[in-house]
């Protein structure tokens, strides 16, 4: 009866330690550093340094001119990203450009789907929105 009791309690056990929360897996597809290669179907300028950051429900990053924040929700493949705030320094014009199609990009988007560590974030029809690439 304990041999019984304790082979029922260790496959108990052995089940649920294998399930998975779906919203943290999700969570660590788009969590860390990402590069900003393209915004708008737009290369970035090469000495761009734009950047995304996806933390816990934070997100942060520099649009190549400006610093920026705000928040974004996931749930499953659906992703909403509010944007809160930005400094304000002056950018040459090419960057100018950058920061404007970034920021008018990013409330946009409603899904993101990432293939061979490119994350592309997308609208609601299927246009992907804005192109980054894992950060090394």
């Given at each position: 009866?304990?041999?019984?009791?304790?082979?029922?309690?260790?496959?108990?056990?052995?089940?649920?330690a294998c399930q998975s929360t779906p919203e943290s897996t999700i969570?660590?597809?788009?969590?860390?550093?990402?590069?900003?290669?393209?915004?708008?179907?737009?290369?970035?300028?090469?000495?761009?340094?734009?950047?995304?950051?996806?933390?816990?429900?934070?997100?942060?990053?520099?649009?190549?001119?400006?610093?920026?924040?705000?928040?974004?929700?996931?749930?499953?493949?659906?992703?909403?990203?509010?944007?809160?705030?930005?400094?304000?320094?002056?950018?040459?014009?090419?960057?100018?450009?950058?920061?404007?199609?970034?920021?008018?990009?990013?409330?946009?988007?409603?899904?993101?789907?990432l293939k061979n560590d490119v994350l592309s974030l997308k609208d609601?029809?299927?246009?992907?929105?804005?192109?980054?690439?894992?950060?090394?």
């Amino acid at each position: 009866m304990i041999k019984h009791l304790a082979l029922v309690s260790a496959a108990f056990f052995g089940l649920t330690a294998c399930q998975s929360t779906p919203e943290s897996t999700i969570e660590s597809e788009i969590s860390g550093h990402w590069h900003v290669n393209k915004v708008a179907n737009v290369q970035v300028k090469s000495f761009s340094q734009a950047s995304i950051e996806f933390n816990d429900g934070v997100i942060t990053g520099n649009n190549g001119c400006n610093n920026f924040m705000g928040e974004y929700q996931l749930e499953d493949k659906q992703l909403t990203i509010t944007t809160s705030g930005a400094t304000r320094k002056a950018c040459v014009n090419g960057l100018v450009q950058q920061e404007k199609r970034l920021m008018e990009s990013l409330p946009n988007v409603v899904e993101f789907v990432l293939k061979n560590d490119v994350l592309s974030l997308k609208d609601a029809s299927g246009k992907v929105l804005v192109e980054l690439s894992a950060k090394q």
